[in-house]
């Protein structure tokens, strides 16, 4: 291959294509912007090779497209794209570009050119150069050696842009990976400055304190006090439940470090900085590296003073609340224990006396007698109901379970109280399957109650019909019994208040001079000492429901 001129023009030619030649890196030092690179090698190709056209293109890595060109020619067209003479080359060359030169027609122009076209990059991968001469001037060895160079240094410049953006892509991934986690870290710090939790973090395995949020040196009432290592926790001072301090290694936070601890809301009662003794309630947990090794532990702790002194003054309320309410229930026991026995004594003289023992009396006597002793009789059952009450809330009331047949009872209930129906004329009705329904609770208790539900329909209705409805509840555990009137119903506002002691309907009071508003208060107290519930339904004016669940057997009595 002729490579060195052998005459004088030549060799000056040579010279001047050598710097060319040595001219080209510099123009793309640094350069990445691939139409900048393209322009810059049609140009130095230009004014190296001097040839009648000299055509750049470049191929975008994603989509392979020639996506950046640039042509330079003396006489060039302005209408001409240089895409245009791109495409009309490649149509030329095809896919494969030569690196002998080949004669076409003019890109550019009319009549023949004499083309050099050479790859840039292996197989063309960044694109192609193309260098053409008129067809007298054939390309000399130097020349196209220079081509190749330009196409050669290019893929090098283009592939240190590739480079360059990947490294910079990574250098931005890096920065925005870092920004995220300072972000990340600056939350976490807000969150743990802001939590309404004391926070310490210590080191491990030393114990040295590294950390501690706001709401730490509020509870402790100091700045917080760093602590080289896990013996420097003596500066803080706790106790144990029966008053011994805690000893450094003791503290929740140490115990984490050096055994791993998980420890969950311990109470210590502490001494802030100011003196005040207080309650905190501390959780620690150690913090682990992926091998599991303990690097750090952590301790949040809440200040419970207020709250312990709360429970407390709770506590000696329900005491001095209980204490009451015994005195108070000894008192009624004492005064209704009392007032029974002179109150029996007048009813039996009241009972001589209708009973003309002690001689005749005239009409009007006797009705002044029977009216007292129907008085004697109310006060007697309001004084019987008084200590009902105030034994079953002293929780004196014992239970005696007994299997009951609740569809005897309710027949044998309903039996006694026909006289009472047959006054006002009202159909009564007891609903149940067929064969015993039974329930082992307290017999007695339990007629107590639907007595006190059964003469209350009756009470306040004055027309229509009781019914009493027994059924089994095998899913909830018991019977559920309704006592359902076509009376005179109760008010909205008054329904949450009947089962109150001493509580009476406004109708009620009007109406009769025998309830005492306890009725419905000792069924509440019975129903809930036989683990029942009861509730009311009940339309004002239309009449009312009350269900009534018994279980078929008492849980455990305390
Ligand atoms: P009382 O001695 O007045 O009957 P209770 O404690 O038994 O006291 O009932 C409280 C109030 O509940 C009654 O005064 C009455 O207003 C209302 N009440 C109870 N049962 C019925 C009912 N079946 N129909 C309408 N009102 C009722």
Redesign the pocket.
């Known amino acids: 291959m002729q490579v060195l001129p052998d005459n004088v023009q030549d060799s000056n030619r040579c010279i001047r294509d050598l710097v060319a030649l040595s001219a080209l890196p510099a123009i793309w030092v640094g350069e990445n912007d691939p139409q900048r690179i393209a322009e810059g090698l049609a140009d130095a190709l230009f004014s190296a090779l001097r040839p009648s056209m000299v055509y750049t293109g470049l191929k975008d890595r994603s989509s392979g497209r020639f996506a950046f060109e640039a042509v330079r020619a003396h006489r060039l067209s302005p209408h001409l794209k240089s895409q245009e003479i791109g495409n009309a080359l490649r149509q030329s060359f095809g896919s494969n570009p030569m690196a002998e030169p080949v004669l076409i027609s003019n890109p550019i122009g009319s009549g023949m050119l004499r083309m050099l076209v050479i790859p840039i990059g292996h197989d063309g991968m960044w694109g192609m150069v193309a260098a053409g001469f008129s067809p007298s001037a054939f390309p000399s060895e130097l020349e196209r050696l220079l081509l190749g160079v330009g196409a050669n240094q290019a893929a090098v410049v283009l592939e240190n842009a590739r480079l360059y953006h990947e490294a910079r892509a990574e250098l931005l991934a890096r920065q925005r990976a870092e920004e995220e986690r300072r972000t990340v870290l600056s939350q976490l710090e807000t969150v743990l400055r802001q939590m309404p939790a004391g926070v310490v973090i210590a080191e491990a395995p030393s114990g040295r304190l590294i950390l501690g949020n706001e709401q730490a040196d509020q509870i402790w009432r100091h700045p917080f006090m760093a602590a080289d290592d896990t013996a420097g926790y003596r500066q803080y001072r706790g106790f144990h439940p029966d008053g011994t301090p805690y000893l450094p290694e003791e503290w929740p936070l140490a115990r984490s470090i050096s055994t791993g601890e998980v420890v969950r809301g311990e109470e210590i009662d502490f001494i802030r900085g100011d003196g005040a003794p207080g309650t905190l309630v501390a959780s620690a947990a150690p913090i682990r590296d992926a091998e599991g090794k303990i690097i750090m532990g952590v301790v949040t702790f809440y200040d419970i003073t207020d709250r312990k002194k709360a429970e407390a003054a709770l506590k000696q309320k329900t005491i001095e609340a209980e204490e009451a309410s015994r005195l108070k229930s000894r008192f009624v026991s004492q005064v209704s224990h009392d007032l029974r026995t002179p109150l029996n004594a007048i009813m039996g003289y009241n009972h001589l006396l209708s009973a003309e023992i002690y001689g005749p009396l005239a009409e009007d006597q006797k009705q002044t007698l029977a009216r007292m002793q129907n008085n004697a009789e109310h006060l007697l059952k309001l004084i019987n109901n008084v200590l009902d009450l105030s034994k079953i809330e002293s929780g004196k009331e014992s239970i005696d379970l007994v299997p009951i047949d609740l569809v005897q009872l309710i027949e044998e209930i309903l039996a006694e109280m026909t006289p009472l129906s047959n006054q006002k004329s009202l159909s009564i009705y007891c609903r149940a399957r067929k064969g015993p329904i039974v329930v082992e609770s307290d017999a007695t208790k339990v007629k107590q109650i639907l007595t006190?539900?059964v003469s209350?329909?009756i009470?306040?209705?004055d027309q229509g019909s009781i019914t009493v409805e027994a059924r089994d509840q095998n899913e909830k555990g018991g019977v559920e019994i309704r006592?359902e009137?076509t009376?005179?119903?109760?008010k909205k506002n008054?329904l949450a208040r009947?089962?109150e002691s001493f509580?009476?309907?406004?109708?009620?009071?009007d109406r009769?001079s025998?309830?005492?508003?306890?009725?419905?208060?000792?069924?509440k107290d019975l129903v809930h000492l036989l683990q029942g519930n009861i509730a009311?339904q009940?339309e004002y004016g239309q009449?009312?429901t009350?269900t009534l669940f018994l279980p078929y057997r008492l849980n455990k009595i305390q």
């Open positions: 006190n539900l209350n329909a009470k306040f209705t006592i009137d009376g005179i119903g109760i008054e009947i089962f509580y009476q309907g406004e109708k009620a009071i009769s025998e309830g005492s508003g306890l009725g419905l208060a000792i069924v009311v009940s009449g009312s009350f």
